[in-house]
């Protein structure tokens, strides 16, 4: 069982998204504020559609948090849909509202409508589409704020950046993660290299002339951690397979890698190993980071680098050949509005995702029931790999 557990509930134009996570200690100062921004960080990006400029989302917290500070309770946060005053009757819980918009039947190629739909034998596409779409991870950047702030206690941040958006991709750029974060903060997508931002948002343009969408590449990385969380000892316990499964859980992510990722099948293993030395100030370290910071499911001291791929938006302008679920005809796929690229929201939505790890991961790691606990537990252990 995780350390720290969360779940979501909510459908895009539903009332609300609610999260409860569980598993922190006690004592911990939470921000609001801090949720709110990271929530403003995913709304943000070049080539978002028409319900960005409906929403601004805002967190309120329902339980688990005392005068500002946890109590070891589950922390219930709560985001209102502002779209909700345009879908009381549609997307209403009661069933004398049935019938009052017509159902979606024309599934969208690459959406879970179709599958979906089957599966829980829905003749209204709807009540597929209202769960799976990306509305849902406005919630879990909420919890992965709560989780940040968890883990800057202990030194660790997370950032991220867009290295591919379609065919404009950056150069390969000399600087250190934070700088390229510092830079990809004041980009409309999110990319470090001010050409690219140019060429990736011209590349958006286009798409959005021919009904198109666009996916790209985006880097998450995390400075900050000890040697040794996660596990080599079981499957399950791998630092890299957990982080895997949270960012691949993210709606469109289609590939996920560690250090050099794929391009460890073409080179010799020379060229892949970081190798190891020893100074006796600063103790271990390497001169490379091919791995991502992960050896044998374990941090190994060296910053995570995580590589992921969004595919382009299923849902398309100038739509796809599809079939109505009704009638069985052949049909062009249902579109109401839709984002032209949300790979910069994306992007923050994985370092929520990456922070919830991390947090399960040093909970795993340290255990404690109060912040004060885990504190002791964790200078302990860093003391411990110092005199080594
Ligand atoms: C989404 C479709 C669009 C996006 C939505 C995800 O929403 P709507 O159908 O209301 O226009 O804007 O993303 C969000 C609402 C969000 O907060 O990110 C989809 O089908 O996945």
Same mark, same amino acid.
């Given at each position: 069982?995780?350390?720290? *557990?969360?779940?979501?509930?909510?459908?895009?134009?539903?009332?609300? /998204?609610?999260?409860?996570?569980?598993?922190?200690?006690?004592?911990?100062?939470?921000?609001?504020?801090?949720?709110?921004?990271?929530?403003?960080?995913?709304?943000?990006? &070049?080539?978002?559609?028409?319900?960005?400029?409906?929403?601004?989302?805002?967190?309120?917290?329902?339980?688990?948090?005392?005068?500002? +500070?946890?109590?070891?309770?589950?922390?219930?946060?709560?985001?209102?849909? +502002?779209?909700?005053?345009?879908?009381? @009757?549609?997307?209403?819980?009661?069933?004398?509202?049935?019938?009052?918009?017509?159902?979606?039947?024309?599934?969208?190629?690459?959406?879970?409508?179709?599958?979906?739909?089957?599966?829980?034998? @829905?003749? #209204?596409?709807?009540?597929?589409?209202?769960?799976?779409?990306?509305?849902?991870?406005?919630?879990?950047?909420?919890?992965?704020?709560?989780?940040?702030?968890?883990?800057?206690?202990?030194?660790?941040?997370?950032?991220?950046?867009?290295?591919?958006?379609? %065919?404009?991709?950056? @150069?390969?750029? #000399?600087?250190?993660?934070?700088?390229?974060?510092?830079?990809?903060? @004041?980009?409309?997508?999110?990319?470090?290299?001010?050409?690219?931002?140019?060429?990736? +948002?011209?590349?958006?343009?286009?798409?959005?002339?021919?009904?198109?969408?666009?996916?790209?590449?985006?880097?998450?990385?995390?400075?900050?951690?000890?040697?040794?969380?996660?596990?080599?000892?079981?499957?399950?316990?791998?630092?890299?397979? *957990? /982080?895997?499964?949270?960012?691949?859980?993210?709606?469109?992510?289609?590939?996920?890698?560690?250090?050099?990722?794929?391009?460890?099948?073409?080179?010799?293993?020379?060229?892949?190993?970081?190798?190891?030395?020893?100074? +006796?100030?600063?103790?271990? &370290?390497?001169?490379?980071?091919?791995?991502?910071?992960?050896?044998?499911?374990?941090? %190994?001291?060296?910053?995570?680098?995580?590589?992921?791929?969004?595919?382009?938006?299923?849902?398309?302008?100038?739509?796809? %050949?599809?079939?109505?679920?009704?009638?069985?005809?052949?049909?062009?796929?249902?579109?109401? *509005?839709?984002?032209?690229?949300?790979?910069?929201?994306?992007?923050?939505?994985?370092?929520?995702?990456?922070?919830?790890?991390?947090?399960?991961?040093?909970?795993?790691?340290?255990?404690?029931?109060?912040?004060?606990?885990?504190?002791? %537990?964790?200078?302990?252990?860093?003391?411990?790999?110092?005199?080594?």
């Amino acid at each position: 069982m995780a350390n720290i *557990r969360y779940i979501t509930s909510g459908e895009s134009h539903g009332q609300a /998204l609610t999260g409860i996570i569980e598993g922190l200690p006690s004592n911990l100062e939470l921000s609001i504020e801090q949720i709110d921004n990271q929530l403003k960080r995913r709304q943000k990006g &070049y080539g978002r559609g028409g319900r960005m400029k409906i929403e601004s989302d805002k967190a309120s917290v329902l339980s688990g948090l005392r005068w500002g +500070k946890t109590i070891g309770s589950p922390l219930c946060l709560q985001i209102i849909n +502002k779209d909700w005053e345009n879908w009381k @009757q549609g997307m209403s819980i009661d069933s004398a509202d049935i019938g009052s918009i017509s159902p979606v039947t024309r599934a969208r190629p690459g959406h879970a409508d179709l599958s979906g739909a089957l599966k829980y034998n @829905q003749s #209204d596409i709807r009540n597929i589409l209202e769960r799976s779409s990306a509305r849902e991870t406005a919630m879990r950047v909420a919890l992965g704020a709560v989780a940040r702030q968890f883990l800057s206690v202990f030194g660790v941040s997370i950032g991220s950046y867009i290295i591919r958006i379609g %065919n404009a991709e950056i @150069q390969s750029l #000399d600087e250190t993660l934070e700088e390229l974060f510092k830079k990809a903060e @004041q980009s409309e997508v999110r990319c470090p290299d001010l050409s690219a931002t140019n060429r990736m +948002k011209a590349a958006i343009d286009e798409a959005k002339e021919q009904g198109d969408t666009l996916g790209g590449t985006f880097v998450v990385f995390a400075t900050g951690l000890p040697v040794g969380i996660g596990s080599h000892i079981q499957w399950d316990k791998k630092l890299d397979g *957990r /982080l895997a499964q949270a960012i691949m859980g993210i709606q469109a992510v289609k590939a996920v890698e560690f250090g050099i990722g794929s391009k460890a099948a073409e080179l010799p293993g020379s060229q892949v190993m970081d190798e190891i030395f020893y100074d +006796k100030d600063s103790g271990y &370290y390497r001169k490379t980071n091919n791995a991502g910071g992960i050896e044998g499911g374990m941090t %190994n001291g060296m910053p995570l680098i995580i590589r992921a791929v969004m595919k382009p938006i299923p849902t398309l302008r100038k739509p796809l %050949n599809s079939v109505d679920i009704i009638s069985k005809e052949a049909f062009k796929a249902a579109y109401e *509005r839709s984002d032209v690229c949300a790979v910069p929201a994306c992007s923050v939505i994985a370092e929520a995702m990456t922070a919830l790890v991390l947090a399960d991961g040093f909970m795993e790691k340290f255990g404690g029931d109060s912040l004060e606990e885990t504190v002791w %537990n964790w200078k302990g252990y860093v003391e411990q790999v110092k005199v080594f």
